[in-house]
């Protein structure tokens, strides 16, 4: 089966730098994205990475390795309203997305 | 620009009643979804369609039908309510099939008792 796995929940300093991982197996491969979910409001696009390395987006970067079937979401400079779900999502060979159950970050002053 | 609207916001519904959430974009987007949403659980399709005229099943169809009579406008009805149908319910769309950035609306929280 199609399975995407991501820690349930992370917690990091206000001012640091936190690394959520995702791993994913899935039936082939046509790109991955990251998505910001703040409690009670909807997803909203960060990243999207198709082939292998890092894309940098101000304080956010997405890596990705294709032949390990893994990502990271890199945030830097940790503010407290990047307390949020980061979830991440795989497009398959059939161009479906394949959702992950999300990652909590709690950011603590 | 409005983007993606949903409404409901939020919504108590008896089991056994039929309820359309609505969703409605402003942005010309060939494909929309319907996702639901619930603790611990990943974002779940229910029914997609790729253009104006077509639509599919995602994974968790059961329950729930879909109509796609223009570009704009993508409801979701459940025929008769279930309790485990209680969830938030989530509209998006694309510009591309599954390749594209995904829009959200602002969800709907639907309670069935």
């Known amino acids: 089966g199609q399975n995407i796995d991501q820690p349930t929940e992370m917690t990091a300093t206000e001012g640091a730098i936190v690394q959520i991982n995702c791993t994913y197996q899935t039936s082939g491969f046509n790109g991955l994205f990251w998505y910001q979910q703040h409690a009670g409001e909807a997803p909203t696009f960060l990243s999207y990475?198709?082939l292998d390395g890092l894309e940098e987006k101000g304080r956010f970067s997405s890596f990705l390795s294709r032949s390990k079937g893994y990502s990271y979401l890199l945030l830097k400079e940790l503010q407290m309203k990047d307390s949020a779900s980061y979830l991440c999502a795989v497009t398959d060979s059939n161009y479906q997305l394949i959702w992950g159950a999300g990652t909590k970050l709690i950011i603590k002053p | 620009i409005a983007g993606i609207t949903q409404a409901p916001t939020s919504q108590i519904l008896a089991a056994g009643r039929r309820m359309t959430l609505r969703c409605t974009q402003d942005?010309?987007?060939?494909?929309m979804y319907w996702y639901r949403q619930d603790l611990g659980l990943g974002l779940r399709l229910i029914h997609y369609s790729n253009t104006a005229g077509t639509t599919g099943k995602g994974e968790v169809p059961d329950g729930y039908s879909v109509s796609r009579a223009n570009t704009d406008d993508f409801p979701l009805t459940l025929a008769s309510a279930v309790p485990s149908q209680t969830s938030v319910y989530f509209c998006?769309?694309?510009?591309?099939?599954?390749?594209?950035?995904?829009?959200f609306g602002e969800g709907s929280r639907l309670t069935v008792l």
């Open positions: 942005m010309r987007h060939n494909a």
């Open positions: 990475n198709v």
């Open positions: 998006a769309s694309s510009g591309t099939a599954n390749t594209g950035e995904l829009f």
